[in-house]
């Protein structure tokens, strides 16, 4: 008997595609109001756009990057491109150009794929990305002229697959562990990282995506029909691309991000599952022409940041099912759903209400553990605090030529999400912090976002950051930085918010020591180019006090 | 970058059981009426028994053989025994002493589990096996006390559990790729032949499972309660309970077949899923006691053989749902389920039910082919006749010390099934005939089956065979060989059978050229050891003439 079974099948993202191809040629896929075909003629296409890329020179692991809005033409290359042995590279769009041509170079890219909308960067490009010889357009446009770049080979993506492609362009044989992505995550802090996957390791993600969709909540249906909201630069659209394929669904892309376009296809193409960060339930809600719509019977999966219980309550309203889910770029991404678990049916309204809204439980094949500082396994008590880490079939391998960050993340194979949460006695799991804005005090951990949360209810408070400071006895105490209310400068004292949460304290929302020692009001917060309140440079100037 | 990115996450058999452990530990698991305990529970005895098994010397891929029915006893060394690195090896109890004593030899176990029923085995165990040293006794008896049996080490589950277990012990890391189970193919000609397959063909295969019942027909929900009726020495019941355990659905175990006590646990637990044979539906439906009960609202997934209308209406009249899979044990074993594809549901009733009693459409990761004798797909007419052959990641490597038998299975990779079918427009697939008994006929193939199905229907007829004999012009021509009713002996002609086939042939049921040139009429057909007419014997007798 042979000792090892020798793999003959390899998981790759064509097997993904053939199923559709093979099973439910006929579905549709849309693209705005501009194009309307199905999974047979997509096939086609797909095969059109590999087998031009390859008559231009790009095969054999070659690194396109793709600056491109959920379209069917960004749908086409995430097949092509790594079914064809080559590496998707997705570009985050929102970043800045600098950041951008930095990340190609870094990522060493032999081509990209970019929209029309975005050509002012060729400029960039063109002085600043040495690597990228070829250049592909995307446009709507049909009598488009590709620009003249010096030392560019420009194309246009339609005209490219009419005057290269071949429709009977056969694939090959690509093995499983081959890299099919890469990506670069955009930290708050330091230069983006990159982050690459495998074959088999994005076709695993897609195997396990629906499994989780069993159990009360947001369910997968055959009738669902999936309009593209995340964008798709984000790690493969949270795989839900690949995922609806595999499924045969019909599949809804939109372009660049237009909420008055984006309700329109709802009500017309009969969307029932969308996914997103809170922000994109945000526009979908408050757009002004959204009351014009009937959003009930939509489905949502909600992630990327924690999910505001008054735009859950805006989304119950307007007959929207909403859960939560829970990833990183790191992980490829989801490992979390907050569907129910059987038997929780029955439980009261509002209790399912916190548990959609809360992080969720692990998927299938996704080990999850919260680990205190001595790595141990925290207790399921709803209290004890501790790092999430992670093992899972598409957990990264590393960051891309940066082995000192690729060490820092993993312990004995457990990647450190960096994500600081707690058990739930039900076996959820609830984020209260990022592991480096964690206070460390006595040995425990204090959420420096539960004491954020808490302050922040404060009538004369406007914006409120806490953070750890070294302390002799404790290692760190908590302190509060807090810009007040315009009326309330000059007036608030630290008595003030500490007497507020005190009375939090008496009600056993947190303990006494967790109030903060030290108090600073000032006129405003250092903020990160994202516009987010700036821990770091806090902690770097207070710290050093 | 890695060329290639290393597998750092094994799928091994234990990130199944881990998942109902760590997320569903209540759900129940239930064995007749005399043990109910939980996954939670479950995981403890797994444990115990792993650490058992090694304490008396079976690891380091010890083969252990199991003949037992569907308890929780089997549903433990369904994980234990290939999680500590060992393999299960299944017994189909149902096949003649014997037989079992080859197949314990050919596969040279160390061990078996072993019910109490079976305990008149352990003489030819005794004489005829001398591999196998070690034997556990399993019964439900508190006080059993095991036989000596000269040469072998006999030992009773529940105390080797008790007295040799240990609840702490930890599971190795096992690759993916080492052999977890084996078992033997039962064919109707020849030895019985066997096949393995490693963790990660059973994983996958448990992944995709529930992925085809997203469809309208039978689907599975996070309310179903499983009972478990396919023989757990059945291609690991088809790989349900390890599917289950995935979800973390309720499990009911019924012992050895009695459906008596089937149709109360049906009611009792509330069972909603179960999978067979025609043969079991129909002990089902018609056990006396069956009429007392409701059996509405039950799923059921019918394969191992076409599943009969009659069968199938009788189901539907109950309100049971009905769907049809395919597969052999040499795919582990599923390939296809007949669920409808979207859009389907508006179809006329009739046309639906003979969706339902199809032979389905190939699950995702499945390849699956009809191939004609030059291994050209045939057209997908619902007419022209081919051999399926199938990739998947689940499919057999090679027949165990058979190098010859493997080289047959085998042409270019894809593995031949030796069932012969058609695919519908709609892109299912419709079972006529095993490749051995099909007629190749100038070129073309005539089903055997069909011919004898229509023959049946003569009012003189009770049995038929319809088999090829060679022919110089056509290669094969059609012969049927009648066992008339008795008051037709001497009475019918091959022109009566010829004049009604004819009506079918003015029907458009079957081509003209299809009817039989040779009728002969004798007073019985050759049978196999099961009671199926052996038509190799049949082509034996006539090919020589």
Redesign the interface.
């Known amino acids: 008997?042979?000792?090892?079974?020798?793999?003959?099948?390899q998981?790759t993202l064509d097997?993904?595609l053939?199923?559709a191809v093979?099973?439910?040629p006929d579905?549709e896929i849309v693209y705005k109001d501009k194009v309307r075909y199905n999974y047979g003629e997509a096939y086609k296409r797909i095969r059109r756009l590999a087998s031009a890329l390859e008559a231009i020179g790009l095969k054999d692991g070659a690194r396109i990057a793709t600056a491109e809005w959920n379209t069917h033409r960004h749908f086409e290359a995430y097949f092509a491109i790594p079914m064809m042995g080559n590496i998707l590279h997705t570009i985050n769009v929102s970043i800045a150009p600098m950041d951008i041509a930095y990340i190609l170079n870094h990522a060493e890219d032999d081509a990209i794929l970019i929209n029309e909308d975005f050509l002012p960067f060729v400029e960039i490009l063109k002085d600043h990305v040495k690597t990228i010889k070829k250049i592909i357009v995307l446009t709507d446009k049909e009598d488009f002229e590709p620009p003249k770049i010096e030392g560019k080979e420009v194309y246009e993506y339609e005209s490219l697959l009419r005057d290269y492609g071949d429709e009977s362009y056969e694939f090959p044989e690509v093995?499983e562990?081959?890299?099919a992505s890469?990506m670069y995550t955009s930290g708050t802090t330091g230069l983006p990282k990159g982050v690459?996957?495998?074959h088999?390791?994005i076709v695993?993600h897609s195997?396990?995506t629906?499994?989780q969709f069993?159990?009360?909540g947001v369910t997968?249906?055959?009738?669902d029909v999936a309009l593209s909201l995340v964008p798709m630069f984000h790690v493969h659209a949270w795989g839900l691309p690949y995922t609806f394929t595999?499924?045969?669904f019909k599949q809804v892309f939109p372009g660049k991000f237009d909420f008055s376009v984006i309700l329109r296809l709802i009500e017309k193409e009969k969307v029932t599952f969308m996914a997103g960060v809170p922000t994109l339930l945000h526009m979908l809600l408050y757009h002004p022409e959204s009351k014009n719509y009937d959003l009930s019977g939509l489905k949502m999966v909600i992630g990327g940041a924690a999910l505001p219980k008054g735009l859950y309550e805006e989304a119950k309203r307007r007959g929207i099912k909403v859960v939560s889910g829970y990833g990183l770029t790191e992980t490829c991404p989801i490992l979390t759903l907050s569907n129910l678990?059987?038997g929780m049916e029955t439980l009261p309204e509002e209790k399912k209400d916190e548990i959609y809204m809360s992080t969720g439980?692990?998927w299938?094949?996704v080990?999850l553990r919260i680990v205190d500082s001595e790595f141990k396994d925290v207790p399921k008590d709803g209290e004890t605090m501790g790092e999430i880490v992670v093992?899972?079939?598409w957990?990264l391998?590393?960051y891309?030529k940066d082995p000192e960050k690729t060490a820092e993340a993993f312990v004995d194979?457990w990647f450190r999400t960096g994500d600081v949460a707690v058990w739930t006695e039900d076996?959820y799991i609830k984020i209260v912090d990022r592991f480096k804005d964690v206070i460390k005090s006595g040995g425990e951990w204090i959420s420096s976002i539960t004491l954020e949360s808490i302050i922040s209810t404060h009538p004369g408070v406007s914006e409120v950051a806490v953070i750890g400071i070294p302390h002799e006895k404790w290692g760190e105490r908590p302190m509060a930085i807090i810009v007040p209310k315009p009326d309330w400068i000059d007036k608030i004292t630290a008595d003030d918010i500490k007497g507020h949460l005190m009375k939090f304290v008496e009600e056993g929302k947190i303990p006494k020591w967790w109030v903060p020692d030290h108090y600073e009001f000032r006129k405003e917060l250092p903020k990160t180019g994202t516009g987010k309140i700036s821990k770091r440079a806090l902690r770097d100037e207070y710290r050093g006090k």
Do not use: H
């Open positions: 008997m042979l000792e090892k079974i020798p793999v003959r099948y998981l097997k993904i053939y199923r093979d099973q439910f579905v093995d562990n081959k890299v890469l690459y996957f495998s088999r390791q695993l195997l396990v629906p499994l069993v159990y009360p997968l249906d055959y009738r595999l499924l045969g678990k059987p439980f692990p299938p094949l080990q093992r899972a079939p957990v391998t590393e891309y194979g076996g």
